[in-house]
């Protein structure tokens, strides 16, 4: 997976996955809990996910958030897409994201569709397969981001020049 790093929290948008309510049953009666997922993002590439459990939506969603802050990767966006085809699995959830000409835009599902528009992808084509559990196709789709390598850091562990990079 790509280096964690840091940065301005206030340029990071938050967006809610999923909210799960769980329930335990004591001998007083019954306990709710909530368990939230959250995508962050500031659109340029950089995202982040965390998730929040407590007694209350609004409480979870703030855990969720500072988690998705503590979690936070760099993806390589190329001209408002992603710059070649990658594949990855995180549990039963498999992804696949394609990069799509201008004027296509987010062609991807719920939980998928999340995580590309906080990164700042504008035009791709994503599909799920197998699971559809939130939690798994958010770090599946995270991982497949990570994945992506631009030509700049392909030249670099090849040891060659950009223009050798293209030429083949």
């Known amino acids: 997976m790509a280096n964690r790093i840091v940065i301005n929290s206030e340029e990071l948008k938050d967006r809610l996955v999923a909210?799960?309510?769980?329930?335990?049953?004591?001998?007083?009666?019954?306990?709710f809990t909530f368990a939230a997922i959250?995508?962050?993002g500031d659109g340029k590439g950089v995202l982040g996910y965390g998730?929040?459990?407590?007694?209350?939506?609004t409480t979870a969603i703030a855990k969720g958030v500072e988690a998705a802050k503590k979690n936070l990767v760099q993806?390589?966006?190329?001209?408002?897409t992603v710059?070649?085809?990658?594949?990855?699995?995180?549990?039963g959830a498999e992804v696949m994201i394609r990069p799509a000409s201008e004027g296509t835009g987010v062609v991807a599902g719920g939980a998928m569709r999340a995580v590309l528009e906080s990164a700042g992808i504008k035009d791709v084509l994503a599909k799920s397969k197998g699971s559809s559990n939130?939690?798994?196709l958010v770090k599946a789709t995270i991982e497949a981001l990570c994945n992506i390598r631009d030509a700049?850091?392909?030249?670099?562990?090849?040891g060659i020049s950009m223009e050798k990079v293209f030429r083949g």
């Open 51 to 57: 998730l929040g459990k407590a007694g209350e939506v």
């Open 19 to 31: 909210i799960n309510r769980t329930t335990k049953v004591t001998k007083g009666g019954r306990t």
């Open 38 to 40: 959250v995508v962050v």
């Open 134 to 136: 939130p939690h798994n």
């Open 83 to 91: 710059p070649h085809e990658v594949v990855a699995r995180y549990g």
């Open 152 to 158: 700049r850091t392909i030249a670099h562990q090849r």
């Open 75 to 80: 993806v390589p966006v190329l001209k408002g």
